[in-house]
């Protein structure tokens, strides 16, 4: 089994920035992708970043630029750098990990952006 537990979200003004974290603990295998994803009230849930075990990295076209998602290998940690945030970023972020054909998720951490 594969537990993840986000970290970091919090209130902050735009423009500003915040950094998520990820830890993922249990059965975690070398190969795998973690991301993190958000979801705005009344929304779908959405894609932010992903990066693999070997650090290749995509990123929605809404954040690139502002957002860098990076992860530590030896901790099994994600982390996701939110630079330049604007109001419409507020959301709860949800770490992902999917490995070996199985998808994980976090409980999710709300970062809110005030204009």
């Known amino acids: 089994q594969v537990q993840l537990v986000e970290s970091g979200g919090g209130l902050v003004q735009a423009g500003g920035s915040l950094r998520l974290s990820c830890a993922a603990s249990?059965?975690?295998?070398?190969?795998?992708?973690m991301g993190w994803y958000r979801q705005a009230p009344g929304k779908q849930r959405e894609l932010v970043a992903v990066?693999?075990?070997?650090?290749?990295?995509n990123y929605a076209e809404s954040v690139k630029g502002r957002f860098t998602i990076f992860r530590d290998n030896a901790k099994n940690t994600a982390y996701l750098q939110m630079n330049s945030l604007k109001p419409e970023a507020t959301a709860v972020y949800y770490c992902?990990?999917?490995?070996?054909?199985?998808?994980?998720w976090g409980q999710g951490t709300q970062v809110t952006v005030s204009s």
């Open positions: 249990g059965s975690i295998s070398s190969i795998n992708v």
């Open positions: 990066i693999t075990s070997r650090g290749n990295t």
């Open positions: 992902h990990l999917v490995q070996r054909g199985q998808h994980y």
